[in-house]
């Protein structure tokens, strides 16, 4: 996403046991992924209906996740099992589970993430009326409220989308009195892994900056003035999406200078306004990188609005993987797109799979993200959410 997505992901997330990565990535399943109809935004992008019959890659874990693991085939003491959290065993099929959504589901990323959760809890055979879900609405205090919600309903596994990276100790609190174990997905919290929360699966923010930044570099030569449209404050998706770019600009991209920084807060008409007022200040910004596709797709709509040919008077890179932006790409009006996967069913299931299970489960998992190109995007885009 939120996107973004990292994610959500640290740079720390880097080695991880090559059991875990085994059995939490082989038998994975592919989801399905929508978005809503874009054309009233005037982005050029696709419809719903072009996107929702596509078939994603399968999600899996990538080759590393985080520190605090052996690289080689025992799991590390820092590994969380059931026995280490004193929780009771409990049969994954017949649970209630609860799944605290952050965001509105207006946003492809929040569409494709919870329905990769009820995709992969109907695989495994779980019973909707077991599957509890709710949308925090973009409210810190409703997610609390909401994770709340469910433990008194009784659920007794938890996946959870967290809004910001702080603030959610009070429903971990809660969910760790009852003795019922969360995953993290998508956005990392500060609390500690294996006593507030169980794990957290995401990307590797900071890797998706790094991997914009040389698209950058590679579609403008390594040459001019960038606008950085940056995501919301408080997350570490944000923070580490920034880093990543920065980093690798200074180290490889010397010559493109970031004339301009404005948050988005990861929303299109947002992302839009934010552009339209730099085009103002800035009328010499030669490249924009968005935190999200859809301040990306913001961004095209004023560059358009301002007489400017998106993709080739400013180049733009963004993150997600929407198939608006891939499909704006396909169009020759974008540059980059790096995915930022929001299939987390399969692997967030597998992980309580795992725990369940007796087995010892890492306190960071790496799902693997993709990347679309100028040169890869028209056969890539039906594996765009």
Known sequence: MLGTTTPPRSAGLRTVAASAVVALACTLS???????????SGTGGGSAAAAATSSAPAAS??????????????????????????????????????????????????????????DEAAKLGIP???????????????????????????VQLLIVAPLNSDGLQPALDAAKAKKVPVVTVDRKVTSKPCTDFLTFIGSNFVDQGKRAADAMI?????????????GASGNNVTTDRTKGFKDQLAAQGQGLQIV???????????????????????PDITAVYAE??????????????????????????????????????????????????????????????????????????????????????????????
């Open 30 to 40: 592919a989801c399905s992924k929508s978005e809503s109809d874009s054309s009233s």
């Open 61 to 118: 874990a990538s080759s590393s996740s985080s520190s605090g693991m052996t690289s080689g085939t025992g799991m590390a003491e820092a590994g969380c099992t059931i026995a280490t959290t004193g929780y009771p065993k409990v049969d994954l099929k017949t649970a209630k589970v609860g799944f605290s959504q952050s965001e509105k589901e207006g946003n492809p990323f929040r569409i494709a993430e919870t329905k990769s959760i009820r």
């Open 128 to 154: 909707k009326s077991n599957l509890l879900t709710t949308n925090a609405q973009s409210d810190l205090n409703k997610q609390i409220s909401d994770i709340k919600s469910l433990l008194s309903q009784g």
């Open 218 to 230: 590679k579609e403008t030569g390594g040459k001019g003035k960038v606008a950085i449209l940056l």
């Open 260 to 282: 301009a920084e404005q948050t988005g807060d990861f929303e299109r008409a947002k992302g839009q306004s934010v552009m339209e007022q730099l085009i103002q200040s800035h």
């Open 292 to 385: 999200n596709d859809e301040m990306g797709v913001g961004a095209v709509n004023a560059l358009r609005s301002a007489g400017k040919n998106p993709g080739k008077d400013v180049k733009i890179v963004s993150i997600d993987g929407t198939h608006n932006a891939v499909q704006l790409l396909v169009d020759g009006k974008y540059n980059g797109v790096i995915e930022s996967n929001p299939r987390f069913g399969p692997l967030a299931f597998q992980t309580l799979q795992q725990f369940e299970g007796g087995k010892a489960v890492p306190p960071s998992i790496v799902i693997t993200d993709d990347a679309y190109t100028p040169d890869n995007a028209k056969q890539k885009i039906n594996n765009s959410y």
